[in-house]
């Protein structure tokens, strides 16, 4: 195998995501149905939470679906693109590393969209549909860990946070203890999900300068008034 094929390939899971990652749900439900723009509303994030408060229950569910869904294409369209190209590898190039690579760059795409000025969300629920594709065991536990740090603090930025530090020391456990990958594998996937985790906690920094003077909105089921 050619390394020049191995790096081709990387580039066009790289490039694919990061295009598909850029297509942000909420930018075009909030033009589409109400002809504006999502990232002058609220608090200027253009992601589900601030679709919710700013625009309600219908908005945020298609931004809810979108995002889901861009997410696990570009997934699968990677790792379909890898394994046609690339023999599978006990390390780099086993499925799920190439889908934690193929979701950095979504996440990427999705936080500095290029169809948008380079401004878009947070990415915290693109890495959710990555996640629920390629690793349904630790989304299995993730997910209610997120519910459960809403329900006991009411900000969804500290869920969030909270979440992608739990995430790659999760993963690693599941991976390596009861899962059984080998060790190689399982450095990897660490090393990748910590990528990811980092990215999202960097995008909450302004939440985290909010949180840390007391300004902060809490999560609330009813959206507040235009």
Do not use: W
Request: hydrophobic letters at 50%; one cysteine or more; charged letters at 10%.
């Amino acid at each position: 195998m050619s390394i020049i094929t191995t790096i081709f390939s990387l580039i066009l899971t790289a490039a694919v995501s990061y295009l598909l990652g850029s297509l942000n749900s909420a930018i075009i439900t909030v033009r589409v149905l109400k002809h504006e723009d999502i990232r002058e509303k609220g608090s200027g994030s253009a992601g589900l939470t601030n679709t919710y408060r700013c625009y309600g229950a219908l908005p945020a569910a298609l931004t809810l679906i979108g995002d889901l869904a861009k997410g696990v294409i570009a997934v699968l369209i990677s790792i379909y693109v890898i394994g046609a190209i690339v023999p599978v590898s006990p390390f780099l190039f086993d499925s799920l590393s190439v889908g934690y690579l193929s979701g950095i760059f979504a996440i990427i795409g999705h936080i500095f969209p290029v169809y948008y000025h380079f401004k878009g969300g947070r990415g915290v629920l693109v890495a959710a549909s990555i996640l629920l594709v390629i690793d349904p065991l630790t989304f299995a536990i993730i997910i209610p860990f997120f519910i459960l740090m809403i329900a006991v603090t009411r900000y969804v930025s500290v869920a969030s946070i909270t979440s992608a530090v739990v995430y790659p020391i999760l993963t690693f456990c599941l991976h390596y203890f009861v899962e059984f990958y080998s060790l190689e594998q399982c450095i990897a996937h660490f090393v990748l999900t910590t990528m990811t985790s980092a990215l999202l906690i960097y995008m909450h920094k302004d939440n985290i300068k909010r949180l840390l003077s007391h300004t902060e909105n809490k999560f609330t089921i009813h959206r507040k008034n235009k």
